[in-house]
């Protein structure tokens, strides 16, 4: 089969088009014809080997698995002997551990949903890694009718979703984004827009019930300055140093937590077959849309992610296999 695959760390330019075996099908996978495959920001860490911490798990002078990729969507080509869920020709679309980026992978059953009857295989791809983070994230925060939410890094791939979910659940959003991306932001449901670049959020004192950050720019006490007295910050990804990344943010917020009245949570997102299910029932009823900003052939993946790195995205990449 044709993958992307990578023998070392480093940019863009260690991706390359090979031709590999398919991956060998446990009894409780399903193998997939891989239809499209969505760039996450866990795909470019991988690829540089960043932080370095990350290596201890996935290789620490080159990559274990050579080929990257988790947003898969396409169809069941062969079924393990004790799947039970899924049949050859199924269309479907699930989070793989990795091996996205190839014409083939196999997956879990239990991290297999069935593909929303309204979205072709580019935009179902979008939805996995981004979809089930928001949403896990907001479930950390309980966020509900009359809750008045911020989603830092509205305009990215989870924060699309994030602004989308919060206002099915009936909450009152404001997303933060750069100025030339508010009217994306706002057309996918934010009832208030803060342009990053001419205005900071953290200035509003005790305005939000729920706060989720993605970008990770401004201290923990400016944004709790934010947060309302019993309030929830719920923390994903975003920057930090070369070893550890975002990690010792985190544990400073898990240290404080104890010690303050409003709820600081760390959010390690984990895949999950029956919130991809849940998606796909919010999706097929209207409540949420992926969003898409450009698709790329497989070959042009490393083409995607310098696109991707380069901040000018609005919503998801996608690469079509």
């Known amino acids: 089969m044709r993958a992307i695959v990578q023998r070392r760390y480093g940019g863009p330019e260690v991706l390359e088009l090979a031709e590999v075996e398919a991956p060998a099908v446990a009894d409780h996978e399903v193998l997939i014809r891989v239809q499209a495959v969505a760039v996450s920001a866990g795909d470019a860490l991988l690829m540089r080997g960043e932080p370095g911490a990350v290596r201890l798990a996935f290789g620490l002078r080159h990559p274990r698995r050579p080929i990257i990729g988790r947003d898969v969507a396409g169809i069941v080509e062969a079924a393990g002997s004790a799947v039970t869920r899924w049949r050859l020709g199924d269309p479907v679309y699930a989070e793989s551990e990795q091996g996205g980026y190839a014409e083939f992978v196999a997956v879990g059953e239990e991290f297999v949903a ?4 309204n979205l072709d295989a580019i935009h179902a791809a979008a939805v996995p890694v981004s979809g089930t983070t928001a949403l896990q994230g907001w479930r950390l925060a309980d966020v509900g009718p009359g809750r008045h939410v911020l989603v830092n890094g509205a305009s990215g791939g989870v924060g699309g979703f994030a602004v989308q979910l919060a ?22 449901g934010a009832d208030h827009v803060v342009d990053h670049t001419r205005d900071d959020f953290t200035e509003a004192m005790g305005r939000y019930d729920a706060i989720f950050d993605m970008v990770a720019d401004h201290p923990l006490g400016r944004i709790r300055h934010s947060l309302d007295a019993h309030g929830t ?25 104890p010690f303050v009245s409003q709820h600081l949570r760390p959010l390690a997102a984990k895949r999950n077959g029956d919130d991809l299910a849940e998606l796909t029932r919010r999706i097929e009823a209207g409540e949420v849309t992926p969003v898409v900003d450009r698709t790329f052939d497989l070959a042009d993946a490393a083409e995607a992610i310098r696109q991707f790195e380069s901040g000018a995205v609005r919503g998801k990449l996608v690469l079509r296999v």
Do not use: D, Q, W, Y
């Open 233 to 257: 910050l719920v923390l994903s990804s975003g920057s930090g140093g070369k070893v550890f990344g975002p990690f010792g943010r985190i544990i400073r917020a898990s240290l404080m937590n």
């Open 114 to 117: 069935r593909r929303p009857a």
């Open 167 to 188: 206002k099915a659940m009936g909450a009152e959003v404001t997303g933060v984004c750069r100025g030339a991306k508010a009217g994306r932001v706002r057309a996918i």
